[in-house]
């Protein structure tokens, strides 16, 4: 079983739509919990950041986490052609854990 | 700010041929360093990490070697470059503070091997 599992698309919606994203990983030990954004032939950039489950909102993203099901998200609301491009989760145990990735959800937002 | 470059953009080179790639960091001090490779479909590729000057840790045996000469400096180095090499090489940072050890990353070269 891999430590991440992530669908790799691609998920096409229509602009304006909401979209979730996810992850599900094996290691409890797992803490941290990242979304990065990809724009095509560029490097990931970190989006969201959160620590243990709950719930984090910047603007039109929502990351979320239920540890218990071992279940990562997030959602984007009022999705823009913008927001067309690939979104990896990333988790780590915490300190210098190596972080794991996900595979990457290519996202189409179709005008 | 923090910013971290990479070079060239690009790279076309000939199987047999060596390389050498850089990575510098501004604006921060004693930075982890992190060189990863992705691949098409197959997610990012952990290659090498760095915790300090002179200090390099190898992911996955293969025919690459990484330097840190100076603080802010990492070097991705081939003596025969192999088809395999091909890919969109990345190099990231992240402090040594702890936390989540949430990771930056560089705009990438993309590398062809023909």
């Known amino acids: 079983q891999k430590e991440v599992e992530q669908d790799p698309g691609p998920l096409s919606v229509p602009e304006g739509a909401i979209v979730s994203l996810n992850c599900t990983y094996s290691n409890s030990a797992f803490q941290y919990f990242m979304w990065y954004r990809q724009y095509s032939r560029k490097g990931p950039e970190l989006l969201m950041y959160?620590?243990?489950?709950g719930n984090k909102e910047d603007g039109r993203f929502t990351a979320q986490v239920d540890k218990s099901s071992k279940y990562i998200s997030l959602f984007i609301r009022d999705s823009q052609p913008s927001d067309s491009a690939t979104y990896l989760c990333a988790l780590n145990a915490g300190g210098y854990q190596k972080v794991t990735f996900g595979i990457g959800t290519k996202l189409q937002v179709i005008p | 700010s923090q910013t971290i470059h990479q070079w060239p953009a690009t790279l076309v080179q000939p199987v047999g041929s060596p390389l050498s790639l850089e990575c510098t960091v501004e604006?921060?001090?004693?930075?982890?360093l992190y060189w990863y490779r992705q691949a098409a479909g197959r997610g990012l590729q952990l290659l090498f990490y760095?915790?300090?000057?002179?200090?390099i840790s190898s992911e996955v045996p293969q025919n690459l070697s990484a330097s840190r000469p100076q603080d802010r400096q990492f070097i991705l180095s081939s003596k025969k470059l192999l088809l395999s090499d091909s890919g969109f090489y990345l190099c990231a940072w992240s402090t040594t503070s702890g936390g989540g050890n949430e990771q930056f990353f560089g705009p990438g070269t993309r590398l062809t091997v023909l």
């Open positions: 959160t620590y243990s489950s």
């Open positions: 604006g921060t001090s004693n930075p982890n």
């Open positions: 760095s915790v300090g000057i002179g200090q």
